[in-house]
């Protein structure tokens, strides 16, 4: 995620109570995106302070400024929900074409080893370096073996 200075130290100083309103050019200066500028908004909100934009004459203090508030949450939450169905669109789409997600399966041939490799006393760390897995996999492949 993007470092920005100046939105961290403004934030810093908010939460010192060193002022109750910020001046801004636009509305689009103060955030990179919609769901940017809402947390931004939501952090300054909880702190008390203010946000008035010259540019679009809004206001958060005033009942405008605030009806201006929630529809910025309203368009985050449309944008959020937009995305999502986006991505498992893709999601889905790349699945028909065979890209498999997640983990790769252990083989048999891992199962195998790393069964033998408990039985002889080999530690689990020894075990997950030998056959490149996880340690919860060694555990629950043991586990498994034993019936529990």
């Not at 908004?41 to 946000?51: D, F, G, R």
């Not at 999502?84 to 199962?111: M, N, Y």
Request: proline share 3%.
């Amino acid at each position: 995620m993007e470092q920005r200075e100046a939105i961290n130290q403004l934030t810093k100083d908010a939460r010192l109570r060193l002022f109750d309103k910020i001046v801004i050019w636009s509305v689009d200066r103060l955030a990179r995106s919609l769901p940017n500028l809402i947390n931004i908004l939501l952090e300054l909100k909880s702190l008390n302070v203010n946000v008035f934009s010259y540019k679009q004459s809004i206001d958060t203090s005033s009942p405008m400024g605030a009806m201006f508030f929630q529809f910025l949450g309203i368009f985050a939450e449309f944008e959020n929900t937009i995305r999502r169905e986006r991505q498992l669109v893709g999601i889905k789409r790349a699945k028909a074409r065979g890209v498999h997600f997640g983990r790769k399966p252990t083989s048999a041939a891992q199962i195998e080893k790393i069964k033998w490799m408990r039985r002889n006393g080999h530690p689990i760390s020894e075990i997950c370096r030998s056959v490149k897995v996880s340690p919860n996999t060694v555990c629950k492949i043991i586990k498994d073996e034993h019936g529990q």
